[in-house]
């Protein structure tokens, strides 16, 4: 039974409950309900104008009612008198078809109902920054190869210690946090759970890290490429399937390649399959490019994609087969929308499974120095409209995610493309101004 909200905010002591809801460009937006009003909008849902956020509508359209998911709730530890509570838009009676984690909610029942449950634990970089977004936060973070710098990490103590025990008092078992490859950036690593739990956890890890920075004079940016000469923030996937139970990994064979089952590397070949299309997803702004496509940075390597490609216990490639019974995707980057990428994860790797299909040849190579030596492997977009012009002509993810979530989906990050496109960039200036 769902938790009454009522009884939780007598319970915990909380004022105000954040009902929540994440638009289709990953923007999470709240009504601020006090918890006198929580109990009937539990049941009511709280009224919001689709129109007002990045959802494809118009202001006709009528109220949208964003329904809390109870079993989400988490009281604020840094401000105990609020509560944030992930929740599912309803219009007219039925699911917005649209919202991100309506479309999650039914690929993973779709998945369920043919015997998987995914199960997925995020990597997601971060860099805090000034909060001018000038610069990085730690002027003395300057090591060409900063990667678990342990001055550096202890410089910033105060914030990551804070949210790393936030978790710890969440439940979420964080076990490591470290500074990452580029100066100013960081990682914090919890525990995996299934598809939607995960992305919740991520929507609202993004949340506590940017408030947490905030509090303590600096700003968190999960921007995919803040800094032209530094490794970008990425947010990796690791992936595994499981029966309904959860008691058996489906993607385990002790005597599989690697320790993978024939239904993991199926569920790979649906990843590899996808990946031109899943990039408008994963990789959902025109920063994201500048990225996976990025030449070799500060530290002497991206640790991002640029092609289609698997490997073995081997970070140049797409996908990372990083332990028996499991796959890392490497291509996601900061800005994807939590939902949307573990339901197009999801729709991509179920498609592989239900048509067996081989992810072709793993390639046990340095990509960044012999990928020029592969042939036929397949290019990730160098754009955002590459990548859009994918995914609208990927018809099994059209029809698997929702045809009416694709068209707005498309109909707005091409909207966006065109806004970037008409921008004056000091670069044209600079190079063709005397043409």
Not at 107 to 120: L, R, S, V
Not at 311 to 316: A, C, E, I, L, Q
Request: aromatic share 10%; net charge neutral.
């Amino acid at each position: 039974m769902a938790k009454d909200l009522a009884k939780f905010a007598k319970d915990k002591g909380v004022r105000f409950f954040l009902f929540n809801f994440t638009d289709l460009f990953g923007n999470q937006r709240a009504k601020l309900v006090p918890a006198e009003a929580a109990g009937g909008m539990q049941k009511s849902g709280a009224g919001f104008a689709g129109f007002a956020t990045w959802l494809d509508m118009t202001p006709a359209h009528p109220d949208m009612f964003v329904m809390p998911d109870a079993d989400s709730v988490i009281q604020l530890p840094w401000r105990p008198e609020v509560a944030w509570v992930a929740g599912d838009p309803w219009m007219d009676g039925k699911p917005v078809e649209q919202a991100p984690r309506n479309v999650l909610r039914r690929i993973t029942a779709d998945a369920t109902a043919k015997g998987m449950k995914m199960m997925a634990g995020v990597e997601p970089e971060f860099h805090l920054i000034m909060p001018d977004g000038s610069g990085i936060s730690d002027e003395r973070d300057i090591q060409e190869k900063p990667c678990y710098d342990q001055s550096a990490i202890m410089r910033r103590f105060d914030v990551i210690s804070e949210i790393c025990t936030t978790m710890t008092a969440l439940g979420w078992g964080p076990y490591q946090n470290d500074h990452e490859d580029a100066n100013g950036q960081f990682e914090i690593n919890w525990d995996y759970n299934d598809a939607l739990t995960t992305a919740d956890q991520l929507c609202f890890f993004k949340f506590m890290v940017k408030s947490i920075a905030e509090n303590h004079g600096f700003r968190a940016t999960f921007m995919p490429k803040p800094f032209a000469n530094l490794t970008g923030n990425g947010c990796h996937v690791h992936i595994s399937g499981w029966n309904k139970t959860g008691k058996k990994n489906l993607f385990h064979d002790a005597k599989g390649e690697l320790g993978l089952s024939s239904t993991g590397y199926a569920f790979l070949g649906g990843l590899i399959h996808h990946a031109q299309a899943l990039a408008a997803i994963t990789n959902p702004t025109v920063n994201s490019y500048k990225r996976i496509n990025a030449p070799a940075t500060l530290s002497g390597a991206t640790w991002s994609p640029s092609s289609v490609t698997f490997g073995g216990n081997n970070r140049t490639h797409m996908v990372r087969i990083p332990d028996e019974g499991r796959i890392e995707f490497r291509l996601a980057d900061g800005a994807a929308n939590p939902y949307l990428l573990m339901a197009a994860i999801l729709a991509a790797g179920q498609h592989g499974v239900d048509g067996k299909m081989s992810p072709g040849k793993r390639l046990d190579i340095d990509m960044y120095a012999e990928g020029h030596t592969v042939k036929g492997a397949k290019k990730l977009p160098l754009n955002l409209l590459d990548a859009i012009r994918n995914l609208a002509g990927d018809k099994y993810l059209n029809e698997t995610l929702g045809k009416e979530f694709t068209d707005a989906y498309v109909k707005l990050k091409t909207n966006e493309w065109n806004s970037y496109s008409r921008h004056l960039t000091q670069w044209e200036r600079d190079n063709t101004l005397d043409c």
